[in-house]
């Protein structure tokens, strides 16, 4: 059983940056990948950005260049750094790991608005 939590969202002008990180806990031996999802309202969960144990990455095209995921192993967290933010980034962000044995973790969400 894993937990993650997120943090690092907040309120942010169009231009600026955040850095999100993602930290699991419990009992955790390898994790596969990590990846960044986003969620607006009447609309589906999208990936933003994965990254795999090899630290190959992928990204979804409207942050490309602007968004970067990278993961620490020994702490076992995953980031998300969000350059030249757009109000269309405005989302409910999270985390999710994908472990050995096909265990999927999901964290619980934190709110990222951009806006004047």
């Known amino acids: 059983q894993a937990q993650l939590v997120e943090s690092g969202g907040g309120l942010v002008q169009p231009g600026g940056s955040l850095r999100l990180s993602c930290a699991a806990s419990?009992?955790?031996?390898?994790?596969?990948?990590m990846g960044w999802y986003r969620q607006t309202p009447g609309k589906q969960r999208e990936l933003v950005a994965s990254?795999?144990?090899?630290?190959?990455?992928s990204y979804l095209d409207s942050v490309k260049g602007r968004f970067t995921i990278s993961r620490d192993n020994a702490k076992t967290t995953v980031y998300l750094q969000m350059n030249s933010l757009e109000p269309e980034d405005t989302a409910v962000y999270y985390c999710?790991?994908?472990?050995?044995?096909?265990?999927?973790?999901w964290g619980k969400g934190i709110l990222v608005t951009v806006s004047s």
């Open positions: 999710k790991m994908w472990f050995p044995g096909g265990a999927e973790y």
């Open positions: 419990g009992s955790i031996f390898s994790i596969y990948a």
């Open positions: 990254i795999t144990r090899y630290h190959t990455t």
